[in-house]
C-alpha cells in the first residue's frame, strides 16, 4: 500500500527531539528580539545568511558555478537570494577588547595582587605594579588613559584623585548598562557554547567540553547560598586558567608554533520557578504524593 503524498511525511523520533531543541533555542531570541523591538523579518534575514553559509560550508569542494545551485537546493531559498547573500560582503569582525585582558590579569596575575590574592590598589603611573605599567603589559598601541577611562566608563575601576591610586571596584566583567558590549558578549559566549555543542552532536559528542548539572526543589534561600558557591568556585577557576593560558601562549610564542587556535572557557548558571502561575503559597501541603526531587548530571 502505497503512502498518500499530499500527507507529511511522518516524522522521525530524532527529527522531532531536534524540532523541539530548536524550539527551546528560538524561544529566548524571540524573547530578546521582542523585548529590544526587532522584528521578524530581521531575524529572518539573519537566518538566511546562516542557512547559507551554513550550506556553503557543507559543500567547500563545488565548482564555483554549481554553488549557487547547490546551495539554493540545500537551503529552499531561490537562487537569486543566495546569489545576493552570496555576494554581500563579510561582516568585520568585533575588535579586541582590551579593557578585558587589562581586568582579567589585574584580577588573577600575581604580579597585580596582594598577599591575601585581592587585586592591588595601584598608582596611576610610573613602575610596576602601577596602572600604566599593568596596561602596557597589554599593549603599547593603546594609552593607558584610554583603558583606563574605559574600566570606569564600565563601572570596573574607580580612581582615587587625592591619592592619584586606581582601583578595581568589581570582581566580574559584567558591562551593566553597556547594551553594545553585552550584546557583544550575549553573541559571543552563548555562539560559541551553541557551537560546540553542535559539533557534538553532529559528531560523537567529545569535540568540546560540555557537561552540567541540574536540580529542583530548591527554595528561594537555598539558590541565594548556592549563587555564592558558583561564584566562589568561578573565581579559583579564573584564577587558575587564565595564568596557566598566558603561559601557553607564551610558549607557543617562543617555540615560533603556528598561534591559530582559540578556546572560551565558561561556567553559567540559569534558575527559574517550577510552580504553576496560579499555584498555592509555598506553606501549604500539596495533595498527593510528593514528587522525588534531586541533583543530576547531565553528560
Known amino acids: 500500500m502505497t503512502r498518500d503524498p499530499s500527507l507529511p511525511a511522518p516524522e522521525s523520533p530524532e527529527r522531532a527531539a531536534l524540532l523541539e531543541a530548536l524550539a527551546s533555542l528560538l524561544e529566548p531570541l524571540a524573547r530578546l528580539a521582542v523585548a529590544r523591538g526587532l522584528s521578524y523579518r530581521e531575524l529572518e534575514a539573519l537566518a538566511k545568511v546562516a542557512f547559507v553559509r551554513a550550506a556553503h560550508a557543507a559543500h567547500p569542494d563545488l565548482p564555483e558555478h554549481r554553488r549557487v545551485s547547490r546551495i539554493s537546493t540545500t537551503t529552499g531559498l531561490s537562487r537569486r537570494e543566495v546569489t545576493r547573500i552570496v555576494q554581500a560582503p563579510e561582516r568585520a569582525a568585533p575588535p579586541r577588547s582590551l579593557a578585558t585582558e587589562v581586568f582579567a590579569r589585574w ?5 597585580w595582587r596582594d598577599s591575601r590574592g585581592r587585586p592591588r590598589k595601584l598608582a596611576r603611573q610610573g613602575p610596576a605594579p602601577s596602572f600604566e605599567a599593568l596596561a602596557q603589559s597589554i599593549t603599547r598601541d593603546v594609552h593607558p ?3 583606563l577611562e574605559e ?4 563601572d570596573l575601576a574607580s580612581v582615587d584623585e587625592k591619592t592619584d591610586t586606581v582601583s578595581l571596584v568589581r570582581d566580574a566583567f559584567v558591562p551593566r548598562g553597556d547594551a553594545v558590549r553585552m550584546a557583544r558578549f550575549l553573541g559571543e559566549n552563548v555562539g560559541d557554547h551553541l557551537a560546540g555543542a553542535v559539533d557534538n552532536v553532529l559528531h560523537d559528542g567529545t569535540q568540546h567540553f560540555e557537561q552540567a548539572v541540574f536540580a529542583d526543589g530548591l527554595s528561594g534561600e537555598s539558590l541565594d547560598v548556592f549563587r555564592a558557591l558558583v561564584t566562589a568556585q568561578w ?11 598566558e603561559k601557553l601562549i ?5 617555540a615560533e608554533r603556528a598561534q591559530d587556535q582559540r578556546i572560551r572557557i565558561g ?3 540559569y ?3 517550577t510552580a504553576p502561575a496560579s499555584a498555592a503559597p509555598a506553606a501549604k501541603t500539596r495533595r498527593g504524593a510528593p514528587r522525588k526531587t534531586g541533583a543530576r548530571k547531565r553528560t
Open 267 to 269: 561556567l553559567y548558571t
Open 145 to 147: 588613559r584610554s583603558l
Open 250 to 254: 607564551e610558549a607557543d610564542r617562543n
Open 107 to 111: 584580577m588573577t596575575d600575581s604580579e
Open 151 to 154: 574600566l570606569v566608563r564600565l
Open 271 to 273: 534558575t527559574e520557578s
Open 235 to 245: 573565581k579559583v577557576l579564573r584564577q587558575v586558567f587564565i595564568p596557566e593560558l
